[in-house]
């Protein structure tokens, strides 16, 4: 189907505005500042739930992260943020998590992220049905 102009027009502004958040991200980058994900704000449109997250995550590896450094930027760089680093972040004796298994090595292909078989959450093996 055709898109229509409404949508077309939406799509340049999403276009032009990625261009414009991906420059300043990248001088935020150079100067040293440690960028966190979180998911109760995006770059762009942002939906609850769904592959937000995710989203995010390669994004920050499409303006220059590695896929480690995205990954961080996840985890123990936003528990940091928010000072809760000694609770949550990182896997540890004593710190809540939840954790997913993925087929693959995202910390060197970051689209390996996506490939989620389980989750462990309070301590339960959660399986994903294909």
């Known amino acids: 189907s055709e898109l229509t102009d409404s949508e077309k027009e ?17 001088k935020v980058m150079d100067a040293g500042i440690q960028l966190v994900s979180g998911s109760d704000a995006s ?14 995550i390669h994004a920050h590896v499409s303006i220059g992260m590695s896929p480690m450094e995205a990954i ?3 985890t123990i760089y936003s528990a940091k943020s928010c000072w809760v680093e000694d609770q949550v972040g990182s896997l540890e004796v004593g710190k809540v998590a939840s954790i997913i298994s993925v ?28």
Do not use: C, M
């Open 72 to 74: 961080q930027s996840g």
């Open 10 to 26: 939406e799509i340049a502004v999403f276009n032009n505005n990625w261009e414009e958040a991906t420059k300043v991200w990248q």
């Open 103 to 130: 087929e693959g090595k995202p910390e060197k292909n970051i689209t390996d992220l996506r490939n989620v078989k389980s989750v462990i959450h309070r301590g339960r093996v959660h399986k994903l049905l294909n």
């Open 43 to 56: 770059w762009q449109y942002y939906k609850l739930g769904g592959t937000s997250f995710q989203d995010e």
